[in-house]
């Protein structure tokens, strides 16, 4: 089992910066993707940015050039740094690991940050 508790949403004004930070415990080994998805209220959870056990990063397009993901593997946590945020950057955000064993994928997520982004 992996448990992953995200830290660092709050309030912030339009144009502002937040980082989000991810850290990640129990057994933690054959982690292949990690990454960041959002819920608005009403709409579907989506995939903001992703990274790759080999570094490989990718996001969304409407965050690329204003987010930026990161991962420190001697700590065991992901980061999500925001800058230029906009009102519909406003979202819980999770972060999610997933690991492979020999007999199945398994997924992680944490329980979620709020990001609210208002003047």
């Known amino acids: 089992q992996v448990q992953l508790v995200e830290s660092g949403g709050g309030l912030v004004q339009p144009g502002g910066s937040l980082s989000l930070s991810c850290a990640a415990s129990?057994?933690?080994?054959?982690?292949?993707?990690m990454g960041w998805y959002r819920q608005a209220p009403g709409k579907q959870r989506e995939l903001v940015a992703a990274?790759?056990?080999?570094?490989?990063?990718s996001y969304r397009d409407s965050v690329k050039g204003r987010f930026t993901i990161s991962r420190d593997t001697a700590k065991n946590t992901l980061a999500l740094q925001m800058s230029a945020l906009k009102p519909e950057d406003t979202a819980v955000y999770y972060c999610?690991?997933?690991?492979?064993?020999?007999?199945?994928?398994?997924?992680?997520w944490g329980q979620g940050t709020q990001v609210t982004v208002s003047s």
């Open positions: 129990g057994s933690i080994f054959n982690i292949y993707f």
């Open positions: 990274i790759l056990n080999s570094g490989t990063t």
């Open positions: 999610t690991m997933k690991q492979y064993t020999a007999s199945n994928i398994k997924e992680y």
